[in-house]
């Protein structure tokens, strides 16, 4: 029985079946014209698509036609195309023949772990097709090779691990399940966003053991807890106990890349986690399941070297780690445990990785898992990018009523005193010592405020603000009271735009999430179903978790919700600062980030497009086409001039949005229109005068770091004490 099916024309995939047939690999191709193929490729015409289909759980196809004849006859949902259009959608994304053509030749995406390689030669040409493929890459469930040799070899000994782990009896299986330790030395030890870590990794085991797994659980929750953080850490001075400590003279011997790391951070066995002769491997053995600390990033105490230096690399403990835990431990697969760690971080390309790739040197042929929150699934889609994971989303806490702490409630009983006395003669002294008492509480909580009648309104919104119900456990839904807050706030979330929802199905949805489930089944080799991420109390789609999560529709960015959401907010922030006693701004600075526009669905971007006097413009299918003005009649005030910075991960998904927001800014500083109700052009203009550039220069106003970088990493200069005039952090 062949363990993978290809779906091709015959003539794609030479490299491939070449390494298939020495790896022993079984594959089977489809489609209506025969090829010579090595032994083990065994062959079907379309009209035995019905035996293909029983012999596969899932299937790529490059050929529209052989796509509807897998769907006429029953095919599952991990049928797809992958010349540029989704079989589920009722349009064609933009993708040109030439751009089809490169996509089906030069990208692949893998099974489950959803990447894209391409050859570093071609990197400049391709990326239209590249886009066009990462709006797939959700989907995408099995590879298309280009002629990259080492990307045909990393291929094939993915494919066998991941049939070894498929095969393999649960009982022989080796899990290494990795936990974060950022920042080091400072009791971050087993920590993750929104998780309690321990909790679910102690839940984890209990359910690993009764899945059959060869596990040695500890007696309690406290004891999993010492074994892994104290142990013998004291002996060794590190953050957790020292599993296995690897001699600097064997790490020089098998470290492959080791001219690099040295040139980065000095000789064998570095400074981060080392005694000095040997490198320490922090974690705990419970049975077959290794529980392992990721070392530190490397960059903490010298955070300069990444700013500035290109060939950078892991610490020797970092690469080490991964190599242990592949070539010694022997893992079956690796459980990275909660969002988010360090991997995907490492240097290399932003994606379609290839084997100089920090990345994917360090992950190597190992089936990667990784528990990410749901609401976060623009940093996840770097896991899945750059580490080829597979990631399982895990629900965020429940959300509940903030309530208001003591100094606020206090604050708000003052003045709802102020409220009530009243204003006459005869209580102008009350009145006058309730606003003094206000006026400094109000100091004393960073509130400013131009009159105290503003006040009640804003304290009330404080109060209803919904904050996280403690942290999540893995595999844990939501019960009793935390259940029902977090109903109460999809319900009137889903009431701001549209029908009232349906309570009913709400809570059926949160009910059937089985994360555990979810991810025993991965485990297992299963295929992991897709389905978007984001804020679950927005987007109810999101539930149920324990499923691979991919970001949005870019096309849809920002929706039409968020473009008045977005618009509401930039006239709030305008009239707040003319309330104030300030004049009308000319101009803005604003920060926008991948994580916050995904999970809003765009609202940042909609407010600075508002603030500059422009919208989204939009083609007839809908889908996002580039920017147009506001007529200032309709707009009713002066276009802002907004100057826009975008994070890493902002600039690597949302491409379009990016694009959108400059083509506003350029649009307006073309427009004709009297510099007082047109800063953008009136700000574009002395540029122009002052520089002596032309127009599209001086319009420029999206601005990002290099590409590659991510985050301007100030805090971990200030930590790190690398710097001595504080010109140098500005700077």
Known sequence: QPDAGVVSDGQMMPVLFDMADHKGIPLVLVNGREPVLPARIHWFWPGLIRDALSRFRRILTVDEISARQFRRRGAPNDVLLADG???????????????????????????????????????AAIIAAHRAALR???????????????????????????????????????????????????????????????????????????????????????????????????????????????PADEHVRREKHLAEIEAAWGPAPGKQLSDGGNIL??????????????????????????????????????SAFYRWIREDFGAHAVLHFGTHGALEFMPGKQAGMRGKCWPDRLIGDIPNFYLYAANNPSEGMLAKRRSGATLISYLTPPLAQAGLYKGLSELKASVERWRATIDDADHADERAD?????ADQCDALDITYADIGELPARLYEMEQALIPHGLHIFGRNPSGAEREDMLDAMMEAGSHDGPTPDRARLAALLDSSDEMGSLIHALDGGYVAPAPGGDVVVNPDVLPTGRNIHGFDPFLIPSSFACRMGSEQAEQLIARHVNGGQPFPESIAMVLWGTDNMKSEGVQIAQAMTLMGARPRRDTYGRLAGAELIPLTELGRPRIDVVVTLS????????????MLAEAALLASRALEPEEANFVRKHTLAAMEKHGCDMESAALRVFSNAEGAYGANVNQMIDGGVWADPDELAN
Request: with cysteine; hydrophobic share 45%.
């Open 648 to 659: 890493g991960i902002f600039r690597d998904l949302l491409p379009m949005q990016t694009r």
């Open 136 to 246: 797939m890459a959700h989907r995408l469930l099995l590879i298309l090779v280009t002629d990259t040799p080492d990307r045909a070899e990393a291929l094939a000994a993915k494919t066998l691990k991941l049939i070894q782990l498929r095969r393999a009896q649960r009982a022989s299986r080796k899990l290494a399940i990795v936990v974060f330790n950022f920042p080091p030395n400072a009791g971050a030890t087993g920590t993750a966003a929104f998780m309690g870590v321990h909790e679910s990794l102690y839940a984890t085991l209990r359910r690993l053991a009764a899945e059959g797994y060869s596990v040695e659980v500890p007696e309690s929750l406290d004891a999993m807890r010492a074994a892994l953080l104290e142990g013998n850490r004291e002996r060794f001075g590190s953050d957790a106990n020292v599993a296995h400590r690897i």
């Open 85 to 123: 259009r989704m079989e589920e959608r009722p349009h064609v994304l933009p993708c040109t023949e030439a751009e089809r053509a490169a996509l089906v030749r030069q990208f692949q995406t893998r099974p489950v772990w959803l990447a894209v390689c391409v050859s570093e030669a071609e990197d």
């Open 434 to 438: 309730l606003a003094l008492l206000i």
């Open 281 to 318: 491997i922090q974690g705990a053995h419970f049975g077959n399941v290794f529980v392992g600390v990721q070392p530190g990033f490397g960059y903490e105490g010298d955070p300069m070297r990444l700013l500035f230096e290109r060939s950078f690399a892991p610490t020797h403990a970092f």
